[in-house]
């Protein structure tokens, strides 16, 4: 195959689908998202049969436990698409809309319209349920987009891009407003990253690895998050049964996704009282605990070095450090952060007004599991990705992060004096 070609042709078909998607009304996207919902609901056997197979090779290949766990298709996976997909559908549709309208000194009228980006690369690893995610998400903000899965996943991905075909096709819509790219040749990355004629931004989802990757040699804008360190901080003034929860939530609920804790920081006057319990209770689930000096006076652990506390384990194992206060926390959290997603557990309110103000994470939450950071619990219905970035989308980005805005000058004949 000639990549190059093969790519070219891609992007043309997906700038001349971003054309009429962008002027499709909302009814007919809905019954398009609807459409898909119910060609996946009948063709779940293939989806499951394909995905055998990728998880037979993965397996063969050596791929570990975490993840098997994202690459894996199953009944329960397949409701959450076509939930997804549902309520994707049900959302308010923010292509179009007019906003901030104010007249000017001059007579015209001044207005903001949201619209599309245009055309979307998405390059993800894994998990093929973001095939659904993302072309519900960009069909819906009006965006044509090419996806690009990764090789673990390719008969996966294949079968979901049936059952898509099929609900554009039922609905008149182009079916190259979505489009998976076929090979699993890794040059088909380096053409799509640097596309600036046909592709209007890059949203990466995978490992650390891809997405330095990505940032370094992309020529197409992209919205990324390298790392997801997240934090769990037990103030001295939580409920410690509640803390208990979160912190147990937040590490072992799944491991390897981007929202798990992968530190856990405990003041250090209820260190003694939570440690013990949460340590039993890890260890029940086949955590590995890496602690400081004055975690392991407390609980039985292995020592955690310097590289811990800047590691996305992704894996059950979680480093823990004993802190004297919110402060050392929050300080802890700027030095090794990612920016993705951090907890405290307080009834303080002083103190989490100041954790969340002071924090800079794309999510900061108060007495709740690092887990919600998600955009399906945000109710976004899915999500493109989840962004560290500050500029133009943050945190999970749903449909208004898949569109921007425009001037619109309403006039009445004025002429510039």
Same mark, same amino acid.
């Given at each position: 195959?000639?990549?190059?070609?093969?790519?070219?042709?891609?992007?043309?078909?997906?700038?001349?689908?971003?054309?009429?998607?962008?002027?499709?009304?909302?009814?007919?996207?809905?019954?398009?998202?609807?459409?898909?919902?119910?060609?996946?609901?009948?063709?779940?056997?293939?989806?499951?049969?394909?995905?055998?197979?990728?998880?037979?090779?993965?397996?063969?290949?050596?791929?570990?436990?975490?993840?098997?766990?994202?690459?894996?298709?199953?009944?329960?996976?397949?409701?959450?698409?076509?939930?997804?997909?549902?309520?994707?559908?049900?959302?308010?549709?923010?292509?179009?809309?007019?906003?901030?309208?104010?007249?000017?000194?001059?007579?015209?009228?001044?207005?903001?319209?949201?619209?599309?980006?245009?055309?979307?690369?998405?390059?993800?690893?894994?998990?093929?349920?973001?095939?659904?995610?993302?072309?519900?998400?960009?069909?819906?903000?009006?965006?044509?987009?090419?996806?690009?899965?990764?090789?673990?996943?390719?008969?996966?991905?294949?079968? =979901?891009?049936?059952?898509?075909?099929?609900? %554009?096709? #039922?609905?008149?819509?182009? +079916? /190259?407003? !979505?489009? *998976? &790219?076929?090979?699993?040749?890794?040059?088909?990355?380096?053409?799509?990253?640097?596309?600036?004629?046909?592709?209007?931004? =890059?949203?990466?989802?995978?490992?650390?690895? %891809?997405? #330095?990757?990505?940032?370094? +040699? /992309?020529? !197409?804008? *992209? &919205?990324?998050?390298?790392?997801?360190?997240?934090?769990?901080?037990?103030?001295?003034?939580?409920?410690?049964?509640?803390?208990?929860?979160?912190?147990?939530?937040?590490?072992?609920?799944?491991?390897?996704?981007?929202? /798990?804790?992968?530190?856990?920081?405990?003041?250090?006057?209820?260190?003694?009282?939570?440690?013990?319990?949460?340590?039993?209770?890890?260890?029940?689930?086949?955590?590995?605990?890496?602690?400081?000096?004055?975690?392991?006076?407390?609980?039985?652990?292995?020592?955690?070095?310097?590289?811990?506390?800047?590691?996305?384990?992704?894996?059950?194992?979680?480093?823990?450090?004993?802190?004297?206060?919110?402060?050392?926390?929050?300080?802890?959290?700027?030095?090794?952060?990612?920016?993705?997603?951090?907890?405290?557990?307080?009834?303080?309110?002083?103190?989490?007004?100041?954790?969340?103000?002071?924090?800079?994470?794309?999510?900061?939450?108060?007495?709740?599991?690092?887990?919600?950071?998600?955009?399906?619990?945000?109710?976004?219905?899915?999500?493109?990705?989840?962004?560290?970035?500050?500029?133009?989308?943050?945190?999970?980005?749903?449909?208004?992060?898949?569109?921007?805005?425009?001037?619109?000058?309403?006039?009445?004949?004025?002429?510039?004096?």
């Amino acid at each position: 195959m000639d990549i190059t070609s093969y790519m070219t042709e891609l992007g043309k078909q997906a700038r001349a689908a971003a054309r009429l998607i962008a002027t499709a009304n909302s009814d007919t996207k809905n019954a398009a998202l609807l459409a898909i919902a119910r060609a996946i609901d009948s063709h779940r056997n293939d989806l499951l049969a394909a995905n055998a197979s990728d998880m037979e090779n993965g397996r063969a290949n050596g791929l570990d436990a975490a993840l098997l766990d994202r690459l894996e298709l199953n009944e329960a996976r397949i409701n959450a698409m076509i939930e997804g997909l549902k309520q994707v559908a049900e959302l308010p549709d923010p292509t179009g809309v007019i906003s901030d309208r104010q007249v000017r000194p001059s007579g015209i009228e001044l207005a903001k319209m949201r619209v599309p980006l245009g055309v979307v690369g998405i390059i993800y690893e894994s998990r093929p349920n973001v095939t659904v995610d993302a072309a519900s998400l960009c069909l819906k903000s009006g965006n044509a987009t090419i996806l690009r899965g990764g090789s673990e996943a390719i008969h996966s991905n294949r079968a =979901i891009a049936e059952c898509i075909s099929l609900g %554009l096709a #039922e609905t008149g819509l182009p +079916e /190259a407003a !979505v489009q *998976v &790219i076929e090979t699993t040749d890794r040059a088909a990355v380096g053409e799509l990253i640097t596309m600036t004629e046909y592709v209007d931004v =890059i949203v990466p989802r995978g490992g650390k690895s %891809l997405i #330095e990757r990505i940032s370094r +040699e /992309a020529r !197409v804008p *992209v &919205i990324k998050h390298l790392d997801g360190i997240c934090h769990v901080y037990i103030d001295d003034k939580a409920n410690l049964d509640m803390a208990f929860n979160i912190a147990l939530n937040a590490k072992t609920h799944r491991y390897g996704v981007c929202n /798990a804790m992968e530190t856990l920081l405990v003041a250090e006057a209820v260190a003694p009282d939570i440690l013990p319990r949460l340590a039993d209770a890890y260890r029940a689930k086949g955590v590995e605990l890496r602690g400081c000096e004055k975690t392991r006076a407390i609980i039985d652990c292995l020592p955690a070095s310097e590289e811990d506390w800047s590691t996305e384990y992704l894996a059950p194992i979680l480093s823990i450090k004993v802190v004297a206060n919110m402060d050392e926390a929050m300080d802890h959290i700027a030095n090794y952060g990612s920016h993705h997603t951090e907890a405290i557990v307080t009834n303080d309110e002083a103190r989490s007004s100041r954790f969340i103000t002071e924090v800079d994470s794309s999510s900061v939450m108060i007495n709740a599991s690092t887990r919600f950071a998600d955009g399906f619990e945000y109710g976004l219905g899915a999500e493109i990705g989840i962004s560290t970035d500050k500029i133009h989308a943050r945190g999970p980005v749903g449909l208004e992060g898949l569109t921007s805005q425009k001037w619109v000058v309403y006039g009445h004949g004025e002429i510039r004096q």
